[in-house]
């Protein structure tokens, strides 16, 4: 499991309402939530988002 996905079920936050506060398309964000987080840009856009600190959405 991503470090995304993890913080997203702590937040009880479906995909939909995620993609709608960063912007993107639902699939963008499922692509995300699969893939992980590396860079720290775009972890920073998803924390705001989510409210959180950049450095819990990072896979390494």
């Known amino acids: 499991m991503t470090a995304l996905k993890k913080q997203i079920l702590k937040r009880g936050l479906k ?4 993609a709608k ?3 993107i398309s639902e699939a963008a964000v499922s692509l995300q939530i699969k893939t992980g987080i590396q860079m720290a840009k ?3 856009k998803y924390a705001k988002a989510l409210n959180c600190d950049p450095r ?3 896979d390494f």
Do not use: C, M, Y
């Open 15 to 18: 995909q939909k309402t995620l």
């Open 21 to 23: 506060k960063l912007g």
């Open 42 to 44: 775009v972890a920073t």
């Open 56 to 58: 819990l959405l990072i």
